[in-house]
């Protein structure tokens, strides 16, 4: 049986952490409004994390962060989970995304999700993620997802 | 306060739709905007922030702003369905970008499938210059809540 050749990961790049939430997170406004910071990151998987914050909330009564907040959540650890599986940095794209809910979210809490790459292919990437806020064993939501390879010309140039 | 059954009545006659968005903080922060068309469906918009930059080389819209904004169409336009201010808790939201949001206004029109006694499903879609020309389209269960 001939041994698996190792391949080449982008994470392994000492610098690749710092570099990706100094030069991708750190530029993208959205994912500054959102708060989003990075928990850990190793070879095909990512978790990230939102801090609780009043403009996020979708019904004032509730107290409760919006669905559409877990949806940029899910969007932005799909993404990192896509880079912390490529060989090297490209452009990407998402193609689709869906998450169910599970269960309500609890009030005034921030929100955690972990994603991984379960396939990587030359032209997609296939990506699963759960989101939770007391533990990863107690997830109100999960999400699949499809990534476009090289979805651009135009890379962010922050890791080569 | 205002009877909860009467809220989009009243939103409705006073055409002050601003109102309603005023009750959801993360579609007042994206900036979400919707009026009644002629045909008496919803219009919904969304006027290009810098704020909701996913990319800058792009530049183009982040993802998640996208399907939040849809989220919020899905919604709302259940809830003026119903004419309920209980909001239909989501189930599922399935997302698929078929082009990239540019640094622009984006609409949203929304397609309420079924109607049932507890389960309803939405599609929505959202673009940009052109009403034929989807940047995504979405489909979505909600869990009725009736007054």
Redesign the interface.
Known sequence: MSEKRERTYLIDNPEFTGLMMEGFFG????????GLEMVSAERNKAVLRIPFA???????TSGI?????I??????VGGMATFCALPKME?I?????????LK?AMAGQGIEAAAECYKLTNSVVFIRGVAYQTGIDDPIASCVATFMRAS?N????VVK | MQDKNDFFRAVRESKDFDKAIEMIPYANFLGVRFSERKDGSLLFRMPFDEKNVGNTALPALHGGVIAGFMENAAVISLMWAMDSTSTPKIIDFNVDYTLSGRAQETYARCDIVKLGRRIANVQVTAYQDDPNKAIAVARSHFKLVRD
């Open positions: 530029n993208i406004p959205h994912s500054k409004q959102l009043e403009h996020l909330v979708g019904d004032p962060i919006h669905g559409g907040v949806l940029s959540l899910m969007d932005s452009a794209a998402t193609l689709d995304l869906r998450v169910d809910y309500p651009s135009k890379i962010q140039g």
